[in-house]
Structure formats: structure tokens, C-alpha cells
């Protein structure tokens, strides 16, 4: 559990081809409504909810962005700075389905890698599908992504999406928090430690051209005192490393 005295919030875009249900589906998970009347979104719709998770409380921010193509250059500046997706198609509308790959491609190219779920809606139309059930599960399988069948009409699985985004983000993050505090990028070789980063790396290569400068300062002065006496001993340096390749040291970036 991470320790924190607010809450989280995380901002939720949903993507997909128009009339899939999407704006229907922030509507029933955060009003508790369903109405069968399309009214097509004019670049983007918001909606908010709280709940909390694993006794943690996160706020939702749903960004419900229209799916026809005129609107595209509005939609796409409002996901950066989105946390997760819901990547929607239709049981009843087979160029949706097909254009799934499409949607997470533009949401990648603007948030990076972010947690996605793919959801199938109106299941409760089965008996008009125009997408197999393998299909689905393919695509699924294509795109790494977990798949929830949904119904907004029957309020079935809506919650479990967003729970699931949720749950999902907040594990990253708690890697990411990690991964912060106790550095796991720390190599040790030999005697020395080298972070991934190279500042150890660098910070023995420093030392080590310290060492060798001094030697030749020492080596030179010894030269110029042999050629200015003719005593029968000659000043030999002690030497801070030996002969030969030197060892290389590797640094693996994790």
C-alpha cells in the first residue's frame, strides 16, 4: 500500500468508432443511467466517479472522445496525459471491430504505454452479431490486451472495466514508486559499483585517469632527473596499475 494522504486520480479515455456505446457507458457507470437514444459526441464528453480500491480512493476521469473521423484533430489533444483506455467496439458493427488496431495506435502514438482493456459491447444483441467469438478473442490475443464482453442496456461487466483500469494503473504506479525508492539498476563488479545510469561508470573512469596522469607526471619527472645526474641509481615510480588490456566494465541498462 502506498502512502499517501490523497486520493488518485486517473484519467480514463475511451476510443472507438462512433455509436459503439461509449457515451452510454460513462453514463451508466456514473449516473447509473441507460438511455437508447444516440446522440453523437461532439469532440469530447466528461464525466467523474470515485471509489476506491483495495482501500485506496481514486477518482475516475472519463474522457469519452467522439469516434467520427472529422473530429479527430479536436479528440486527439485531449489524450495526453491520459492513464488508461477503453478500446470499444460493437457486437452488431464489424468496420468497429476492425478498426480496433487503429484506435490503439493513435492512443499510443499520444500517452506511450499505458493500461488498455478491450471491450466487445452490446452482447446483449448477440443474435445480430457480425463478429465471431474467436475473432474477438484473437484480437485480444493480437493486441496483449485483457477483453470484457459488456451490455450498458443490462449493466453487465461496466464496472469491472473500470475497476480493472484502475487496479491496473494503480500497480504500475506502485512499481514505478518502487523502483524509485530501492533502485534495483545497480550492477556490482569486482570491487566497484557501477548504476546503471554511468555516473559510477564515469566516476571510476575519472579516478582512473586521475591515476594514470599522476603516473606520467611521476615518470616524467623521473626522466628529467636521470638525464640531469649521472648517479648510478635512477628513480622508478610506483606504478597504480599494471600493464597490459585493461578490463572493460559492463553496465547493463535495465
Not at 25 to 33: A, E, F, L, N, P
Not at 90 to 104: G, L, M, N, P, Y
Not at 119 to 130: C, G, R, T
Not at 231 to 245: A, D
Request: charged share 30%; proline share 1%.
Amino acid at each position: 500500500m502506498r502512502e499517501e494522504e490523497f486520493e488518485t486520480s486517473i484519467k480514463v479515455l475511451l476510443v472507438g468508432n462512433g455509436a459503439v456505446g461509449k457515451s452510454s457507458m460513462i453514463q451508466r457507470y456514473c449516473k447509473g443511467v441507460f438511455t437508447k437514444d444516440y446522440k453523437k459526441t461532439i469532440g469530447v464528453d466528461f464525466l467523474e466517479r470515485q471509489l476506491q480500491v483495495h482501500g485506496e480512493d481514486v477518482r475516475l476521469m472519463l474522457w469519452d472522445t467522439a469516434g467520427q473521423e472529422e473530429f479527430d484533430s479536436i479528440t486527439k489533444s485531449y489524450y495526453r496525459g491520459a492513464h488508461a483506455c477503453v478500446l470499444a467496439f460493437s457486437t452488431t458493427d464489424r468496420r468497429s471491430f476492425e478498426d480496433v488496431a487503429k484506435w490503439q495506435e493513435k492512443v499510443a502514438e499520444e500517452c506511450g504505454d499505458i493500461a488498455m482493456v478491450l471491450i466487445q459491447n452490446k452482447i446483449d444483441l448477440l443474435e445480430e452479431a457480425v463478429v465471431e467469438a474467436s475473432e474477438v478473442e484473437e484480437l485480444a490475443k493480437c493486441l496483449k490486451l485483457k477483453l470484457y464482453r459488456t451490455s450498458v442496456k443490462d449493466d453487465y461487466n461496466v464496472n469491472e472495466v473500470f475497476l480493472y483500469l484502475a487496479e491496473r494503473y494503480l500497480e504500475i504506479l506502485s512499481k514505478m514508486e518502487s523502483s524509485q525508492t530501492h533502485p534495483s539498476d545497480t550492477k556490482t563488479i569486482g570491487l566497484f559499483s557501477a548504476e546503471a545510469t554511468g555516473l559510477g561508470v564515469q566516476a571510476m573512469a575519472n579516478s582512473e585517469g586521475e591515476a594514470n596522469n599522476a603516473e606520467m607526471r611521476k615518470k616524467t619527472r623521473a626522466k628529467n632527473d636521470s638525464q640531469a645526474t649521472e648517479s648510478s641509481f635512477q628513480l622508478r615510480p610506483n606504478k597504480m596499475r599494471t600493464g597490459g588490456k585493461k578490463n572493460k566494465l559492463l553496465c547493463t541498462v535495465l
